[in-house]
């Protein structure tokens, strides 16, 4: 299925984001579908500058912030499993937490209606920080089935919080045609420090492929239509990397057939963390944290900030399938106040890993793998 238009302003935006946050010869893991959402939450309830900023990030303009909330709804259901197929599970929560004492415009909570699993709570910000925020982290705990038992660091809210919009995402699926573990034997992996042993997962099966601009695709089809997608550059990933761009990713989906591949694919255990703040900056997204920042659709309080966004991502790979977890918070305050002989394809070296929504093109998880 070609990729649509509104699914390659996601991966610009992905791309660009990913870039921004990952640290070179490091591995990274983020995901761009968590982040997205609370940053499309944000806009709408933003005005003017505060509003066009992240609006114009995740869609290359900003009067399409509606695509790119029909693209994150629509991402927000799995497919029925076949017969014999296990149920895949994802859940998805989109929680905006306020003080009572902070008046809400009934126009958002309308709009925030339409949402996947959105939802208005009270928390006892200005008077219980640390109450607080142990009763968020509790809600993200629940929704990522504890990978994530606590987003919000001690401190992360203040006494100048009173609010909070907070995405959590819960993924599992098994592969469709799963690998077998007796198939699993250590490896080497040449990571930029050394060749590292690991478990190298094994397969001859037919799966999707393209080979183009430098790039192998490899396509892992999950039950649900999410699929994991591998891009293995044909040089070192931190030549390739600074290059690859929507349109190249883009390519490479279309480009894909069918093919026998002859898989050697290493077990993931990712868990990284990270602020947004900085990063969302050098990508033109800055208006909402300053002081002159206007969140007129949210709320008539002209004192109201983004202080800080932070994330977390768990992403697992194994011979059954995929898990991961991911959970954004952005706080507010106030301010002063085919057939022939397979394709091999071993994934020994640095790659980056895609795990997508197959029919939206929504990703749910972006990881850079330098050391499995």
């Not at 640290?23 to 003017?48: D, E, Q």
């Not at 490899?218 to 761009?245: F, H, K, Q, S, Y």
């Not at 349109?247 to 990270?274: F, I, N, Q, S, W």
Request: charged share 25%; proline share 6%; net charge negative.
């Amino acid at each position: 299925m070609p990729v649509s238009d509104v699914a390659t302003t996601h991966f610009d935006f992905s791309l660009a984001l990913h870039k921004a946050l990952a640290v070179p010869g490091k591995n990274s893991c983020f995901s761009p579908y968590s982040v997205a959402s609370t940053l499309a939450l944000v806009a709408r309830a933003a005005r003017g500058e505060t509003a066009e900023e992240p609006a114009a990030l995740l869609t290359n303009s900003p009067d399409r912030l509606d695509e790119a909330g029909e693209l994150l709804g629509a991402a927000a259901t799995l497919d029925e499993p076949r017969s014999g197929q296990d149920t895949p599970s994802l859940a998805v929560s989109n929680t905006l937490w306020v003080w009572n004492e902070l008046s809400i415009k009934s126009d958002f909570t309308d709009a925030l209606a339409g949402v996947p699993s959105a939802a208005v709570r009270e928390a006892s910000f200005v008077k219980d920080p640390e109450g607080a925020r142990a009763e968020i982290n509790a809600d993200v705990a629940r929704t990522t089935r504890d990978l994530i038992p606590e987003l919000l660091s001690e401190g992360t809210i203040t006494d100048d919080t009173v609010a909070s919009l907070v995405n959590a995402l819960y993924l599992k699926v098994g592969w469709t045609d799963a690998f077998r573990a007796s198939d699993t034997v250590d490896e080497d992996f040449h990571s930029p420090s050394g060749v590292v042993r690991t478990p190298m997962m094994r397969a001859t099966k037919r799966l999707g492929y393209a080979a183009t601009a430098g790039w192998q695709l490899v396509d892992l089809p999950a039950v649900g239509g999410v699929a994991a997608t591998v891009l293995l550059p044909d040089r070192p990933l931190a030549e390739a990397e600074p290059d690859l761009d929507a349109a190249t990713v883009r390519a490479l989906l279309d480009a894909r057939r069918e093919a026998m591949v002859r898989l050697r694919l290493p077990r993931l255990k990712l868990d990284t963390g990270c602020a947004l703040k900085e990063a969302l900056g050098t990508l033109g997204v800055s208006r909402m944290f300053q002081d002159d920042a206007d969140f007129g659709e949210l709320t008539d309080d002209p004192r109201l900030v983004v202080s800080d966004m932070v994330h977390q991502a768990v992403l697992r790979l194994d011979e059954d399938g995929i898990e991961g977890a991911a959970a954004t918070a952005a706080m507010f305050g106030i301010v002063s106040a085919p057939a022939g002989e397979p394709v091999t394809v071993t994934v020994d070296r640095p790659f980056l890993l895609l795990v997508r929504h197959q029919a939206t093109g929504a990703l749910y998880f972006l990881a850079r793998v330098v050391t499995p």
